[in-house]
């Protein structure tokens, strides 16, 4: 059984940094899985920050985070990172850390929190003005 676990999250000013780390088990060598983090503010809906492919380390990142935030991981610590710079009070919300099984994958982009089989418990990132 695949298990994710965040850590990371605080208080931080408008334009500082955050590390959020994500411990990962369970995966299996014979099967593909994608990594992503997401992101869900009080009233909206969950929406997607950044995926990673596991073994390949193919990156995607929403719009809104493209040259703020870096996703990268640790095969040997089964740890995945999104490093998050620039912060803004908008990037204020619960951060989840969530893996799929991929079968078939056109693009990363076309994943959708509806892929993602396994999710964390989340950890909370508020950005201060």
């Known amino acids: 059984q695949v298990q994710v676990t965040e850590s990371g999250g605080g208080l931080v000013q408008a334009g500082g940094s955050l590390r959020l780390s994500c411990t990962v088990s369970?995966?299996?060598?014979?099967?593909?899985?994608?990594m992503g983090w997401f992101r869900q503010a009080p009233g909206k809906e969950r929406e997607a920050v950044s995926y990673?492919?596991?073994?390949?380390?193919?990156?995607y990142y929403d719009d809104s985070v493209k040259g703020r935030f870096t996703i990268s991981k640790d095969n040997t610590k089964n740890t995945l990172y999104l490093h998050m710079d620039s912060l803004k009070p908008e990037d204020t919300a619960m951060y989840y850390c969530?893996?799929?099984?991929?079968?078939?994958?056109?693009?990363?982009?076309?994943?959708?929190?509806?892929?993602?089989?396994?999710w964390g418990q989340g950890t909370q990132v508020t950005v201060s003005s």
């Open positions: 369970g995966l299996t060598s014979d099967r593909r899985y994608a």
């Open positions: 969530a893996a799929a099984r991929v079968v078939y994958l056109r693009t990363l982009g076309d994943l959708l929190p509806a892929n993602f089989a396994y």
């Open positions: 990673i492919l596991w073994s390949e380390g193919s990156t």
